[in-house]
Every structure is written in structure tokens, then in C-alpha cells.
């Protein structure tokens, strides 16, 4: 009998041991630096699934540069596939300007250092397994 209970216990502790580890939660950090230009803000927007991205922002960020640089973590995030996209606001007026034509004219980017060919890049083609904390290098011009 007190050889089934251990091993009750046993199997019980490494089951909420294993289970904490999936619940632990993870960040991603973004550094980013502009190489042309020292003011205004990077507005980050960071997308948890195909069905959201480009739509619905579950996460985002608002940060000065300063110093040429513009740094970032999301934090206490759920392991998972995330991407993310940002643009550098050159004018502080929270959108991303553009022309007639609908092009950019304000720096931008997507994650993997994807650009897209008339419109963003697939959801694909910018997603990233996080399942542990992460930190991204990104350099806009």
C-alpha cells in the first residue's frame, strides 16, 4: 500500500512539474536601431495567430528613439507562434504615412527582416516559434 501511494505521488508531482513548465511564460525583445534618422517613435505591433495578423494586434508598443535606438520586451507571453510588425514614425502622428499610391514613406518592417510586394508578407513567412525568451536585432533605414 505505501508503495502505490508514492508512486501516486510520485506521478503527481512530476505532472504539476511538467505542466508548470508549459504554463511558464516567455518574452521577446526587440532592439532596433535606425540608421538614418533620430526622432520619433517605433510603433511595434505583435500578432498571436494567422487569423489575427494584420488585424488584430494582441500586443503593441509605443517607443521613443532615442539615441538612434529603439528597445522593447514584451513580457509574460504564453510560448507560442507569434509575428510582429513595426513602422518608424518619423512624424509622431500614430500612423504610417504613405503616398497616392498607398506605398510607405515612413521606415518599416516586419519580422524575419520580411518586406512584402504589394502589401505584407504572409503570416508565414514572418512567424516565430517562441518557446523560450528571445531577442531580435533589427536595423530600419
Same mark, same amino acid.
Given at each position: 500500500?505505501?508503495?502505490?501511494?508514492?508512486?501516486?505521488?510520485?506521478?503527481?508531482?512530476?505532472?504539476?512539474?511538467?505542466?508548470?513548465?508549459?504554463?511558464?511564460?516567455?518574452?521577446?525583445?526587440?532592439?532596433?536601431?535606425?540608421?538614418?534618422?533620430?526622432?520619433?517613435?517605433?510603433?511595434?505591433?505583435?500578432?498571436?495567430?494567422?487569423?489575427?495578423?494584420?488585424?488584430?494586434?494582441?500586443?503593441?508598443?509605443?517607443?521613443?528613439? %532615442?539615441?538612434? %535606438?529603439?528597445?522593447?520586451?514584451?513580457?509574460?507571453?504564453?510560448?507560442?507562434?507569434?509575428?510582429?510588425?513595426?513602422?518608424?514614425?518619423?512624424?509622431?502622428?500614430?500612423?504610417?504615412?504613405?503616398?497616392?499610391?498607398?506605398?510607405?514613406?515612413?521606415?518599416?518592417?516586419?519580422?524575419?527582416?520580411? %518586406?512584402?510586394?504589394?502589401?505584407?508578407?504572409?503570416?508565414?513567412?514572418?512567424?516565430?516559434?517562441?518557446?523560450?525568451?528571445?531577442?531580435?536585432?533589427?536595423?530600419?533605414?
Amino acid at each position: 500500500m505505501k508503495t502505490a501511494l508514492l508512486t501516486f505521488l510520485i506521478l503527481i508531482n512530476l505532472t504539476s512539474s511538467i505542466y508548470s513548465q508549459d504554463k511558464a511564460s516567455v518574452s521577446i525583445h526587440l532592439d532596433i536601431t535606425s540608421t538614418k534618422f533620430n526622432k520619433g517613435s517605433v510603433l511595434i505591433a505583435l500578432y498571436e495567430s494567422e487569423e489575427s495578423y494584420m488585424k488584430d494586434i494582441y500586443k503593441s508598443a509605443d517607443v521613443l528613439v %532615442k539615441d538612434n %535606438k529603439a528597445q522593447f520586451t514584451f513580457q509574460s507571453l504564453k510560448k507560442g507562434v507569434y509575428a510582429f510588425s513595426f513602422f518608424h514614425d518619423l512624424n509622431n502622428n500614430k500612423k504610417l504615412d504613405t503616398n497616392f499610391l498607398g506605398i510607405p514613406k515612413e521606415p518599416y518592417g516586419f519580422s524575419n527582416d520580411k %518586406k512584402g510586394r504589394f502589401g505584407p508578407p504572409k503570416f508565414s513567412e514572418t512567424s516565430l516559434e517562441i518557446n523560450k525568451n528571445s531577442s531580435f536585432k533589427i536595423s530600419i533605414e
